[in-house]
């Protein structure tokens, strides 16, 4: 599927679908260049005709006509316009808006979004668009309309473009400031007890949002003044069977692991074993970028900050893992390097999360293997500690035990269960999102945040350090920032602290609110169930705060869309590729950081096999016309991957939207 993404409320974001490839060569088009533009010293403020206000990020370079600001990326790659008019409707005024910084413009609206309105806005619009995968473009255009006045923001810029500045995008977008479009607050208010209606209601509203999200299982604790007052469990462990979740069954945790290892680093630094400010280098001498200069300079926080730079590079654990080693997955940082400067806006590195908790765990002398050594440092300074006794990165553990299976859609938006060792490719990277847990364990180590490092009576991690990790470090929106393993939002005038995570095949969310005393477990069987996870976190706001009823309707939307888009998708593909045509990219193939792969064709249909996961495979026309393949079911269900020939040699390529895979195929030897 293409790098198709929502921007709803004006919140856009590049990391909702999977990876776009583009053929080889391919030459992507820069955002058109405006001579007068002035390259901004620092966060410049705007004020349109109308009175609206928003900030230009540092860096970036501005023009502006009247009321019309063209922003472009440091690199030139990436447009941003912002400007008003009053049209006499939405489509009108991004037409308006078009005309006069791209007179030329005439691209086909692929998709339209009538987004419900919210936080004082009138109407809401987002239009997005055609693009050939050979542009490997991202183009998409938001109008909001406030009495008379509609606000539009245009973005053109190639993937990598939008992928590595999406934080300072959404930071200039959601800093529109216009009279009377102001977001609910919640800032004078008192959370209230979840009990009696409250606690029914958000009961009731869970099970219509699990039934209508397909959601098979899940588990929730939310704790209220150090203690669990609500702890419930929905649906199955897999589809197809009785097994029912209870509040002990296992979960992946994904990237809610992240914060404990955050937690384990400040752990270690109240033991002097390591301090925030330690070279990386000085606890782990194997560590190195692509830069020796950058390598030099990241520090024990840096691993964990998402500020370094770093894009993720998620394809290549994902694709090949059977028999990698954490050791191997250092050493792969050595082909990294950053495309942002140190600081300069969020770009998140998974790899880098686990080479900082191995480095940690280093920091206690042992002499094991990386893995091994992470495992116990977490054991002994953290979950032992702690209570939480099911909580493992071991997989033949969790294997004996109550665990819930992993499951990912298939393009019918089915969820199908996967085996678990399609679950593996974490096992490697395991600081950064390994971990199995369930919500009575979670409840544990919410209650120590809330707590602010003491739980029972003890203390386990000092106030200062385990406060470190929630002080601001990178900005993404000027409502959301990413601290130390821990994003820091506020919502709706509070301040909430936390972690998502999704593993191939689970959603989970952990968030805490330490002025209130209220902490949030949810877990979930359903890989990229994150409209649900949103939503429940939204509601249960609403029922803590009494604020406005609108959770249920943004699900209502998010899931509508989502299942729209793919039924547009699925009326273009054939789930049997023509045989004549299949024909010639039949084969092995191999790439660099991604592996094997293989293509297969059988009497029913196609597959394609990368060792550690396969998938069916379909055909499906891209908007120029060529034939690109489509994996059909999970765990990449709607991935694209382009045919392409290189040298007189078929290949087949694959797109994250920051690095390119190319599998060259494999020609057999003659005999």
């Not at 540092?58 to 990326?73: C, H, I």
């Not at 979740?245 to 809610?256: D, E, H, K, Q, Y």
């Not at 000085?282 to 300079?297: H, N, R």
């Not at 994003?487 to 952990?510: A, I, K, P, R, Y």
Request: a neutral charge.
């Amino acid at each position: 599927m293409k790098l198709t993404c929502v921007l709803t409320a004006a919140l856009l974001t590049t990391a909702c679908a999977t990876p776009q490839p583009v053929p080889t060569g391919a030459a992507p088009t820069t955002a058109p260049v405006t001579p007068a533009a002035t390259k901004l010293e620092s966060d410049t403020p705007l004020k349109s005709l109308s009175g609206a206000t928003a900030t230009a990020p540092k860096g970036w370079y501005l023009s502006q006509r009247q009321s019309t600001f063209v922003l472009e990326d440091p690199d030139r790659e990436l447009m941003l316009v912002l400007t008003e008019n009053n049209a006499a409707e939405g489509q009108k005024a991004i037409a308006a808006a078009w005309k006069e910084v791209q007179p030329g413009f005439a691209r086909k609206v692929e998709n339209e979004l009538k987004v419900p309105a919210k936080d004082g806005w009138d109407e809401i619009l987002q239009l997005r668009y055609e693009v050939p995968s050979a542009e490997s473009r991202f183009v998409v255009a938001l109008a909001r309309r406030k009495a008379a006045i509609w606000y539009v923001a245009l973005i053109d810029g190639t993937l990598a473009a939008v992928d590595r500045r999406t934080a300072q995008a959404m930071t200039t977008i959601n800093s529109l400031k216009v009279a009377g479009a102001e977001e609910e607050s919640y800032a004078q208010k008192k959370a209230q007890p979840l009990t009696g209606e409250r606690a029914e209601k958000f009961t009731a509203f869970l099970e219509n949002a699990l039934k209508a999200a397909q959601v098979p299982g899940a588990a929730i604790a939310v704790l209220q003044d150090g203690k669990t007052v609500y702890e419930k469990a929905f649906g199955v462990r897999e589809v197809g069977k009785p097994g029912a979740v209870t509040p002990a069954t296992l979960f992946m945790i994904g990237s809610t692991t992240k914060s404990l290892t955050s937690l384990l680093m400040a752990r270690l630094v109240d033991e002097k074993k390591l301090t925030w400010d330690t070279p990386l280098v000085s606890l782990m001498p194997s560590f190195a970028l692509a830069d020796a200069e950058v390598t030099k300079k990241v520090l024990v926080k840096h691993t964990v900050c998402a500020c370094t730079g770093l894009p993720r590079q998620d394809l290549e654990f994902l694709f090949e893992y059977a028999n990698v080693t954490p050791e191997q997955r250092v050493a792969s940082m050595r082909t990294m390097k950053p495309t942002t400067g140190f600081g300069e806006t969020f770009q998140y590195s998974n790899t880098l999360v686990s080479t900082g908790g191995y480095a940690a765990a280093l920091a206690l002398g042992e002499k094991k293997q990386l893995g091994p050594m992470y495992d116990n440092a977490m054991q002994t300074r953290i979950l032992g500690p702690l209570g939480m006794t099911s909580t493992t990165f071991d997989f033949k553990k969790v294997a004996q035990k109550e665990h819930a299976t992993s499951h990912a859609r298939n393009l019918e938006r089915t969820y199908l269960p996967m085996p678990m060792s399609y679950e593996q490719n974490v096992e490697a990277v395991r600081p950064a999102g390994g971990a199995w847990s369930n919500v009575r364990d979670m409840a544990r180590y919410v209650a120590l945040e809330l707590g602010n490092g003491t739980l029972d009576g003890k203390v386990l991690v000092s106030d200062e350090n385990i406060k470190a990790r929630r002080q601001p470090r990178v900005k993404i929106t000027d409502k959301v920032h990413y601290g130390l393993g821990l994003f820091l939002e506020n919502d709706h005038g509070v301040q909430v602290f936390g972690h998502g995570g999704n593993n191939m095949g689970f959603t989970s969310d952990l968030f805490f609110l330490p002025e209130h005393g209220v902490g949030v477990v949810l877990l979930t069987n359903a890989g990229n169930a994150n409209a649900f996870r949103q939503a429940v976190k939204a509601r249960l706001m609403e029922l803590l705060f009494d604020g406005k009823e609108e959770a249920q309707q943004q699900l209502d939307f998010a899931l509508e869309q989502t299942n729209v888009q793919y039924k547009k998708l699925l009326e273009k593909v054939r789930k049997t590729p023509d045989a004549a045509w299949l024909a010639k990219w039949v084969g092995r193939y191999e790439a660099e950081g991604l592996g094997a792969a293989e293509i297969t064709q059988t009497q029913d249909g196609a597959t394609f096999d990368a060792g550690e996961w396969k998938s069916a495979l379909g055909q499906q026309p891209d908007t120029d016309g060529t034939q690109q393949l489509v994996l059909l079911s999970p765990p990449f269900a709607g991935l694209d991957i382009i045919p392409s020939e290189s040298e007189g040699r078929p290949v087949l390529i694959i797109q994250a939207p920051q690095q390119t895979y190319t599998f060259k195929k494999v020609v057999a030897p003659r005999r």
